[in-house]
């Protein structure tokens, strides 16, 4: 079960649900220590004066900041007093489509559950009207002593709450790119040679379907390490296209795309059908048992009803 982060209540109009923020993701990186090179002695960090270079224990530290020539030191004590310190709400402001939001705002999702079961009949109206109409509720919170803008919606069994990033926090693009970007407008015939492409490599998202394989690698490399052996590197990148290139690089990847198209319609390699797909095969091949099976079992039940014709035609031929 995974620990409450923050407890309050979501607002919107006269109604008010008491409940729990969740972190809806969790981080698989491969943590590393520290260590001296050519030894096993771990490096600390310690809080040092910068004066004195003596260490100072944690609870004498106060957060500041120079201001006007000086620095001005506060206590988290007078940082939880002032607004929006204080609030224990989500507040729901506004109401907007869902997809007029764009993705660049989006920062870290969380989910939201009623704190009692007494609480899941509004919680839940409120997560049917939304999924109903599309809509997401604009709202303000503070968490960890930070104010975030969020959008709460409608995400299958539960609210999510999706913290943004504020207007004045988002780069314009224009800096990056200039006038370039306008000056180097592709032909129309590198433009149709392109959506071909996309297009032959379209199909549904299925997040499942995708591994962290560096943090794969990472242990491979420590196992490798371990036992004594040696470090292998993997290929390099490919080399940026050169524009003279382009259409002749964007000609190949049309026919590769049209081969493998018709090499999957000639005998399909279900190592790169989909979730949903494989489902399908199954279906078609009467496989019981099929909605509870993750997708390695899927493939490998399909792949072993397919072989079974095969064994009986040459079972047939011996006898």
């Known amino acids: ?39 096993s002695d771990r490096i600390r960090y310690k809080r040092v004066n910068e004066r004195t270079g003596e260490e100072v224990d944690f609870n004498d530290i106060v957060k500041g900041r120079e201001y006007d020539g000086g620095v001005i030191t506060v206590e988290q004590s007078e940082l939880d007093t002032i607004a929006p310190g204080r609030s224990r709400t989500i507040d729901i402001t506004t109401f907007v489509d869902l997809g007029e939001i764009d993705p660049v705002y989006f ?48 995400d299958r069994d539960v ?40 297009e032959s490599m379209s199909g549904p998202w299925e997040p499942e379907e995708y591994e962290d394989t560096y943090t794969a690698k990472v242990e491979e490399l420590l196992a490798e390490k371990a036992r004594g052996g040696e470090v292998r590197a993997a290929e390099a990148p490919p080399k940026p296209t050169d524009v003279i290139d382009l259409t002749e690089a964007l000609r190949r990847s049309v026919d590769q795309a049209r081969k493998g198209r018709a090499d999957k319609r000639a005998a ?35 792949a072993a009803a397919g072989a079974e014709p095969t064994r009986r035609r040459r079972s047939r031929k011996v006898s």
């Open 107 to 154: 920062q870290k999702t969380y989910w939201l559950a009623p704190n009692s079961k007494e609480h899941f009949r509004p919680y839940n109206l409120l997560r049917h009207a939304m999924r109903e109409t599309g809509q997401a509720g604009i709202a303000t919170f503070v968490l960890r002593g930070k104010q975030y803008l969020t959008a709460v919606r409608a």
């Open 159 to 198: 609210l999510a709450l999706n913290t943004l990033y504020f207007a004045d926090e988002i780069r314009d693009p224009a800096d990056l790119v200039g006038d370039a970007g306008e000056q180097a407008m592709p032909s129309d015939r590198e433009l149709q040679m392109a959506t071909t492409i996309i």
């Open 1 to 39: 079960m995974p620990r409450k982060i923050w407890t309050g209540s979501i607002n919107f109009g006269l109604v008010t649900i008491p409940v729990g923020l969740y972190a809806a993701t969790e981080d698989h990186t491969v943590q590393f220590h520290q260590y001296q090179r050519g030894t």
């Open 268 to 302: 399909p390699d279900l190592s790169e059908l989909s979730k949903a797909e494989l489902d399908e095969r199954a279906k078609e091949m009467g496989i019981k048992g099929r909605s509870k099976m993750k997708r390695a079992e899927l493939e490998e039940a399909v």
